[in-house]
């Protein structure tokens, strides 16, 4: 398939309009520009939720310097807590690889279990 040339584009542009009508054209648009608006939208919160959450389990950690679940004083950079031995790392899921908060027990993106 060849690129297309000016010709090309509006025999398209003259069928879409027989075909749609030249009332549907703009509500059609119009409603692809809301679709990829929100698209856009759910992705930057996806994106912005997920630095969020690596950034509050960073500043939680370093601020506190205790353990998540048994509140014991821990090394501000330790991977288990000395006392209870549970992981001070954020879990990660098996099955989509989403990183979660800790103490959670099921996936927040796909509700697999942790």
């Given at each position: 398939m060849?690129?297309?040339?000016?010709?090309e584009l509006?025999?398209?542009?003259?069928?879409?309009?027989i075909f749609f009508g030249s009332?549907?054209?703009p509500e059609i648009a119009q409603g692809m520009g809301k679709g990829i608006k929100e698209?856009?939208?759910a992705a930057r919160e996806i994106q912005?939720?997920?630095e969020d959450n690596d950034t509050a389990v960073l500043t939680a950690r370093k601020a506190?310097?205790?353990?998540?679940y048994c509140k014991s004083p821990i090394v501000p950079d330790?991977?288990?807590c000395p006392t209870c031995g549970k992981?001070?790392?954020?879990p990660v899921c098996s099955k989509c690889g989403t990183k979660n908060k800790l103490g959670d027990r099921f996936c927040g993106n796909c509700g697999t279990s942790l």
């Open positions: 060849g690129n297309l040339g000016v010709p509006l025999i398209i542009a003259f069928l879409v309009l009332k549907k054209i698209f856009r939208k912005n939720d997920s506190s310097a205790t353990c998540f330790a991977k288990f992981s001070l790392e954020a």
